[in-house]
């Protein structure tokens, strides 16, 4: 433990947020939609959890990013 070194992280100029291509971004909304669907027809309980838990990972990923460069 004598050899740890702290790192120190630089101040850096604000950057951009993330972007997405207008493909990619298209398909993670579309399958947002899909996920979304299948929860609201899932018929065990289980099931239905789950497909929401992963449904709001999934916009939660898609809030990280702006709307694509382009897009309306």
Same mark, same amino acid.
């Given at each position: 433990m004598d050899r740890v070194t702290d790192i120190h992280s630089r101040k850096r100029e604000p950057?951009?947020?993330?972007?997405?291509?207008a493909t990619s971004w298209r %398909?993670?909304?579309? %399958?947002?939609?899909?996920l979304a669907a299948c929860?609201?027809?899932?018929?065990?309980?289980?099931?239905?959890a789950d497909l929401q838990?992963?449904?709001a990972q999934l916009n939660n990923l898609l809030q990280r990013f702006d709307t694509p460069k382009g897009a309306a």
């Open positions: 950057v951009d947020p993330p972007h997405i291509d %398909l993670l909304v579309e %399958l947002s939609a899909d929860q609201a027809g899932a018929e065990h309980t289980r099931h239905r838990r992963i449904t």
